[in-house]
């Protein structure tokens, strides 16, 4: 059941785009966001290996019958080398990115790639983590003609140091689609280069 899981999860994670575009756009498939299907990956994966574990302790005298070839027990048998020799070249290919390994690492990229612009890309990454002020600084809009526009589509600004994400979530709508509801029309800030690069710095950093 748990491999079932995982082998879902896998295939989700391959094709979807990455979390600042999916925590942007509120994507989610089967009830659950990015973010909880890469937790569910990870700790069903640790799951599986503990069962895995568990189950080859309470069967090591079936798998020491199953080794064993002329009575003797045989750990490098012809399937287990033939099962080493696929493992191996997989994990060195996927590693160094060689053909045929890399097509399919690419191809899940390009894949992720279309789907985050049919979603529509942030103006910068976790766009929706910034506060409101510094989300209308970094874009380089007017933050109080931005309120007033989203006060016309019945959406208040309680204050500027909620997040997009915060607002977003109160009126059940993604940040995306606060973003849109003010983008056109704004008057541009007009302040040194240098302060949007310090400002957007800090923003990565936190």
Known sequence: LSFIILFLSSGILYFIPDRKVTSWTNWNFLGLDKQQWDNLHINLGIFFLVM????????????????K?????KIFTKEFNFALFWVTLFTIGTVTMTIPFAILVNLGNGIKAINALDEGNPPFGYAEESTFRDFCILIHVNELEAINKLKEAKIYIQSDKFTLKEVAKSYDISPKAIYLKFKNNQRKLQLPAKFYGMLLASQQRD
Request: charged letters at 25%.
């Open 52 to 67: 895995m574990i568990w189950h080859v302790y309470f069967n090591w005298k079936a798998i020491k019958n199953y080794l």
């Open 69 to 73: 070839v002329k009575r003797e027990l």
